[in-house]
T-cell receptor, first 112, second 112 residues
Framework: EDKVVQSPLSLVVHEGDTVTLNCSYE??????LLWYKQEKKAPTFLFML????IEKKSGRLSSILDKKELFSILNITATQTGDSAVYLC????????????FGQGTILTVHP | EAQVTQNPRYLITVTGKKLTVTCSQN?????MSWYRQDPGLGLRQIYY???????DKGDVPEGYKVSRKEKRNFPLILESPSPNQTSLYFC???????????FGPGTRLTVT
């Protein structure tokens, strides 16, 4: 069975802190790993990762994939209150070609 | 403006009354998918479509139907809704699978 597990489930930090969100997976026929940010509306795309060891970066956010150990991390440096959101990890691949499996999400709260 | 639209955005209905939630994208995307989001369970895939006339089940297809007669539209049909289908529904599309998906604004459905 395809599985995506995110940790921690929730996290509370103060502005300026650095956070690391984790996503581990078990999936047949891996194709890509996707990170999304969800505020009080629809998820918005952050990163797509397909190769191990290649960091993707966008401003204060970065992400990397380890296909050997089957996990990915999302780092956010110098956090701001606007980073407060649910961060979702999703795996493309699995028992059906077009399948997408999401983790439960990590709720990040950034206090001023 | 490139977007995924869903209608209606909010719907309250009664058990057994057939309903359709429409989804349309104007980006000429090949791949479209439906998800439901429930507290504590994250996003779960209902159905997806790799292209016109090609659809397949996700993780939670029971009680739902879809069709993809043209590239831009992917309606979700509940033939006989039940209270356990009360949820927040998202439609999404992407240029190709397994690339990043663009989500619609969501439809909040309540079945009494």
């Amino acid at each position: 069975e395809d599985k995506v597990v995110q940790s921690p489930l929730s996290l509370v930090v103060h502005e300026g802190d650095t956070v690391t969100l984790n996503c581990s997976y078990e999936v047949t026929n891996f194709r890509s790993l996707l990170w999304y940010k969800q505020e009080k509306k629809a998820p918005t795309f952050l990163f797509m990762l397909t190769s191990s060891g290649i960091e993707k970066k966008s401003g204060r956010l970065s992400s990397i994939l380890d296909k050997k150990e089957l996990f990915s991390i999302l780092n956010i440096t110098a956090t701001q209150t606007g980073d407060s959101a649910v961060y979702l990890c999703a795996l493309a691949g699995g028992t059906s070609y077009g399948k997408l499996t999401f983790g439960q999400g990590t709720i990040l709260t950034v206090h001023p | 403006e490139a977007q995924v639209t869903q209608n209606p955005r909010y719907l309250i209905t009664v058990t057994g009354k057939k309903l359709t939630v429409t989804c349309s994208q104007n980006m000429n995307h090949e791949y479209m998918s439906w998800y439901r989001q429930d507290p504590g369970l994250g996003l779960r895939q209902i159905y997806y479509s790799m292209n016109v006339e090609v659809t397949d089940k996700g993780d939670v297809p029971e009680g739902y139907k879809v069709s993809r007669k043209e590239k831009r539209n992917f309606p979700l049909i509940l033939e006989s809704p039940s209270p356990n289908q009360t949820s927040l529904y998202f439609c999404a599309s992407s240029p190709l699978y397994p690339y990043e998906q663009y989500f619609g604004p969501g439809t909040r459905l309540t079945v009494t």
